[in-house]
């Protein structure tokens, strides 16, 4: 059971990607990233993010 006194901040990235056709999609594509302590600029974020697991 957890106690209603937690708390976590931090901040939230939302990257837009356009589809354009890639991949026979059209449209949008919303990613929320949760960020913490790192500071790389939001243009950079989803880059940033799929390079964590390799």
Known sequence: MRSKDNKATFQVNTVVK???GKYNRDGIKHFAYAVYNV???LKNT???YRK???
């Open 18 to 20: 356009y589809f354009k």
């Open 39 to 41: 500071n790389i600029p």
């Open 46 to 48: 989803f880059k940033e």
């Open 52 to 54: 964590r697991l390799q």
